[in-house]
C-alpha cells in the first residue's frame, strides 16, 4: 500500500547495464565473503597441506574416508544433535516463560526487561569460565551445596554432567535474545482478542494456547533457525572453556572438532572437509525447517 | 587517571625507544604472562641495556598454542618474527617444516657466534636435538615431574611424612593408609599424558613410541600399550576406583587441590615449586617421580621435560639473525640461567647454571628443588628418554587424554584404552608423515 503511492509515476530505465552496475557491489561482496572461502575449503578438503604451507598433496577423498571411518566423529552427529536440540529448546522455552512473566508486569517492567537483556552482553567465553568457575567440581559453589545434599558433582568424568553444563551456559547466553523477539512478539499481539476470549471465559493457559501461542509462531520459528544455528556455530567458545569437548568426546560438537583440528591441530585438510561436511549439515536442516516446521507458521 | 598512566607509558615508550632507534630490532612471539611474564621482560631488557646495536622486542601471542599458531599464521602470510617460542609438543612440526626454520647450530656457525653444544644439560637439550647431536633450537623453559607430597596429610593418617616413597608400590601403601583414615584425595595429577604416561616410559626406559620415539624417522608407531604403561594406567585405574586418586582434568586442575590441601600427593611438572610454596599453609616436600619396582630391579633411567624451546625462523636478514644469536648466546650465560632457574622453578639448561645455583647455596636453602635437576641427569638419556618427537602430538595427547578419561570412569580396563589411544594416534601420525613428505 505504501508502495503504490510513491510508486504512482511508473519509471523506466533505458539502460541495460544499470542493473547490474547496481547489483555489483552486493554481487562482489557474496564473492568475496562466501564463495571465495567456500571454494578455498572445498579445495583444501581434497589436500594434506603441511601446517607452514610450504606444501599440499592431493589425496581425493582421503580426508573425507578417514573422517567418516572415525567412530568418533559419527558420534559427534548425534552429539550435536543432542546438544543443539537442547540448547534451542531451553532458552526458548525459558526466554518464552520470562517473557510472559515480563509482559504482565506493569510497574518497573523496565528494570526486569534491562536486567533479562543483560547476559547477552557476555562473550561466550566469559560466559563459560563464569559457569565452569561455579561448578568447578573442587572450588565450584553448586557442587559445594549439591555436595551438602549428597550429590557427588564431577563434570570432568561424567558425560552426562558435563553435557548438562555446557547446554545450561549455552543457553543461559542465548535467553536474553530469544526474550527480546518474545516479548516483542507479545507486545504485538492485538490485546482485543486477548480481552474478547477473556470475556467469554478463557482461562490464562487457554487464551495462552488458543491465541497467543499460534499468533507468536512466526517469532517461534525465526528464532528456532537462529537458535540451532547458534548452537551449532557460536557455542565452541563456551565448549573450550568449559570442557574442550571432554569427557572423552561427550561434548565435542562438529564444529569443535573443525575448530580443535584445524588450530589447534593444524591439520587444515582435515578441518576443511569437516567444514564442508558442516555446509551439507546445515543446508539440510534448513530445508527441513522451512519446508516441513515453516507450514505450521501463521503469519 | 587510567588514561593519564596510559599516555603516560605510551610517551615513555616512545621517549625510551627513540635512541634506541638505530639498533636492529629482533622480534620474539612469547606465551608467558603473569609473574613469567615478568620474568621474560626483565631478560629482555637486561640484555637490550647490555648492548647498543640490537633490540629484542617480545610479544605475548597467547597461550603455547595460540603463540604456536600465531607464528605459523604469520609464516603463511610473510610476517613471520625472528624468534617464536614453541612448547615441546609442536618440535616435531617445527622440525618438518625445513623452509621455514633455520637450525640453532646453523645460526651460530652462520653468525659466527659462540656456541658450545656442550655446555648444555644432555638430558634438557636432548629433546631439541637431532639424532646425529645437532641443536636445533635452545631450551628456554624446560621442566620435568616430581612428585609432591602433603606431609601433615601423612602424619594425620599415622604416617612417617619422611617415609620412603621411591617406588609406586610403597606409594600405593600410603595410599591404602591415607583412604582407611577416611582421606577424601590421596593421589591427584596434573597433565596426566605427560606424566604416566611419557615420563612413565621414559624413566623405566620403555619405549613410548618405535623410532627412538620418532627421533629417527616420522614413520614412527606410538608403543605405549606395552606391558608397564598398561600395568600402572590399570593400578591408577584402581585407585581411582577405590577413591584413591582422584582425576581432576586435562591440564593442572588438580594444582588447587593439593596448594589447599585437600590432597596428599601429586604429580606435576617441578615448575609447580613457586605456587606450592606461596600457597600451601602446610609442610610440603618434593620428591622424586615414583616408579615400579617390581618392572625396574636397576633402578630408574631419567625423566623427560616438557617446557618451550625457542626456534628462529626463517626469511630474515643476516644482521638480524646476528642479533637473535646474540641473545640465544646471552640467555645461556650462567647468571641468567641461575636467575632463570631460582626464579621460576624451572631447569637450568646449562651445567654452569647449575653448578653457580648449588654455589650460591641455593639448594639448601629451598630443599626440594634440586630433585628435579637430579632426576634428569641421573643416567645418560637412552634412545627411549631424550624425548618425544612426533607429528600430530597435540591431538594425540587429546586423544589420550580421551581414552584415559574412558578408563577412569571405568568404562573400559587399561589395556582397552590404551589400545584404542594407540591405533587413533598411529592414523594421525601416518597423516603427518604423509603431509610432511
Not at chain 2, 637486561?46 to 610479544?59: H, K, R
Amino acid at each position: 500500500m505504501h508502495l503504490d503511492n510513491t510508486m504512482s509515476q511508473r519509471v523506466t530505465f533505458n539502460n541495460k547495464f544499470l542493473p547490474y552496475l547496481l547489483l555489483a557491489p552486493q554481487m562482489l561482496v557474496t564473492l568475496v565473503f562466501f564463495f571465495w572461502p567456500a571454494y578455498q575449503a572445498a579445495r583444501s578438503s581434497l589436500y594434506l597441506p603441511d601446517p607452514f604451507g610450504l606444501s599440499e598433496q592431493y589425496v581425493g577423498l582421503e580426508n573425507f574416508t578417514f573422517l567418516l571411518e572415525d567412530a568418533y566423529y559419527r558420534a559427534s552427529f548425534i552429539t550435536t544433535a543432542v546438544f543443539s536440540a537442547l540448547v534451542a529448546a531451553i532458552s526458548m522455552g525459558a526466554a518464552l516463560w520470562l517473557a510472559i512473566m515480563a509482559d504482565r508486569i506493569i510497574k518497573g517492567s523496565g528494570i526486569y526487561r534491562t536486567l533479562l537483556i543483560w547476559p547477552y552482553a557476555v562473550a561466550p567465553a566469559i560466559a563459560g569460565v563464569l559457569w565452569l568457575f561455579m561448578f568447578n567440581p573442587s572450588i565450584g559453589v553448586a557442587p559445594y551445596y549439591l555436595k551438602a545434599l549428597g550429590y557427588n558433582w564431577n563434570h570432568v568424568l561424567n558425560p552426562g554432567e558435563a553435557m548438562g553444563l555446557v547446554v545450561a551456559a549455552s543457553a543461559w547466553k542465548q535467553v536474553s535474545y530469544n526474550f527480546l523477539f518474545f516479548l516483542a512478539g507479545l507486545q504485538a499481539i492485538p490485546k482485543s482478542v486477548i480481552e474478547a476470549a477473556a470475556i467469554d471465559g478463557a482461562g490464562f493457559w487457554r487464551r495462552f494456547w488458543t491465541i497467543v501461542f499460534p499468533l507468536l509462531s512466526p517469532t517461534t520459528f525465526f528464532l528456532l533457525v537462529v537458535n540451532v544455528v547458534y548452537a551449532f556455530f557460536e557455542t565452541f567458545g563456551v565448549i573450550h572453556t568449559i570442557t574442550a569437548g571432554g569427557p572423552q568426546q561427550a561434548t565435542t560438537i562438529l564444529v569443535y572438532k573443525v575448530f580443535a583440528d584445524g588450530f589447534v591441530g593444524q591439520d587444515l585438510g582435515s578441518s576443511a572437509a569437516q567444514s564442508v561436511i558442516l555446509l551439507f549439515v546445515v543446508g539440510i536442516l534448513t530445508i527441513v525447517q522451512f519446508r516441513f516446521i515453516e507450514r505450521k507458521v501463521h503469519y | 587517571m587510567k588514561r593519564f598512566s596510559v599516555t603516560a607509558a605510551a610517551l615513555a615508550l616512545v621517549m625510551g625507544a627513540t635512541p634506541a632507534m638505530a639498533a636492529t630490532q629482533v622480534q620474539w612471539w612469547h606465551a608467558f604472562t603473569g609473574r613469567l611474564g615478568e620474568l621474560l621482560a626483565e631478560q629482555i631488557e637486561t640484555f637490550n641495556e647490555s648492548q647498543d646495536d640490537y633490540e629484542i622486542v617480545g610479544s605475548h601471542k597467547g597461550n603455547y598454542s595460540e603463540t604456536l599458531n600465531a607464528g605459523i599464521a604469520a609464516f603463511r602470510a610473510g610476517e613471520q618474527p625472528h624468534m617464536l617460542m614453541v612448547f615441546e609438543v609442536g618440535t616435531a612440526t617445527m622440525m618438518a617444516a625445513k623452509g621455514a626454520i633455520v637450525p640453532m647450530h646453523e645460526l651460530m656457525s652462520d653468525t659466527d657466534t659462540e656456541f658450545n653444544p656442550e655446555a648444555y644439560m644432555p638430558a634438557v637439550k636432548g629433546y631439541y636435538t637431532t639424532t646425529d647431536g645437532k641443536m636445533l633450537s635452545l631450551p628456554y623453559n624446560a621442566s620435568t615431574p616430581v612428585l609432591y607430597v602433603n606431609k601433615d596429610a601423612l602424619k594425620e593418617a599415622g604416617l612417617d611424612p619422611e617415609m620412603n616413597l621411591a617406588t609406586w608400590e610403597k606409594v600405593a601403601v600410603a595410599l591404602e593408609a591415607l583412604k582407611k583414615s577416611g582421606h577424601e584425595c590421596p593421589l591427584t595429577t596434573a597433565w596426566q599424558s605427560w606424566v604416566h604416561l611419557e615420563n612413565l616410559s621414559a624413566w623405566h626406559d620403555i619405549p613410548f613410541a618405535t623410532k627412538d620415539n620418532g627421533f629417527a624417522g616420522t614413520d614412527t608407531e606410538l608403543a605405549f600399550n606395552g606391558p608397564v604403561q598398561v600395568a600402572h594406567i590399570q593400578a591408577m585405574a584402581d585407585w581411582a576406583k577405590d577413591g584413591k586418586f582422584i582425576y581432576a582434568g586435562r591440564r593442572n586442575e588438580g594444582g588447587a587441590r593439593f596448594r589447599a590441601g585437600e590432597c596428599a600427593f601429586f604429580t606435576e611438572s617441578s615448575a609447580g615449586y613457586a605456587g606450592v610454596k606461596k600457597e600451601a599453609e602446610f609442610d610440603f616436600a618434593i620428591r622424586n617421580l615414583p616408579y615400579w619396582g617390581a618392572a625396574l630391579k636397576s633402578g630408574p633411567q631419567n625423566t623427560i621435560i616438557g617446557g618451550a624451546s625457542i626456534w628462529v625462523m626463517a626469511g630474515h636478514e643476516a644482521e638480524e639473525y646476528k642479533g637473535a644469536a646474540a641473545f640465544l648466546n646471552f640467555l645461556s650465560t650462567p647468571k641468567i640461567q641461575a636467575k632463570w632457574h631460582q626464579d621460576t622453578g624451572y631447569l637450568p639448561i646449562t651445567t654452569a647454571a647449575s653448578g653457580l645455583t648449588e654455589a650460591q647455596g641455593f639448594y639448601e636453602k629451598n630443599p626440594g628443588t634440586e630433585i628435579a635437576g637430579g632426576q634428569m641427569t641421573g643416567k645418560a638419556p637412552t634412545g627411549n628418554s631424550k624425548g618425544l618427537r612426533l607429528g600430530s602430538f597435540d591431538q594425540i595427547r587429546g586423544i589420550i587424554d580421551e581414552e584415559l578419561e574412558g578408563i577412569w570412569a571405568g568404562d573400559n580396563t587399561a589395556q582397552e584404552g590404551l589400545d584404542n589411544a594407540v591405533r587413533r594416534g598411529n592414523q594421525l601420525l601416518r597423516r603427518f608423515e604423509k603431509s610432511t613428505k
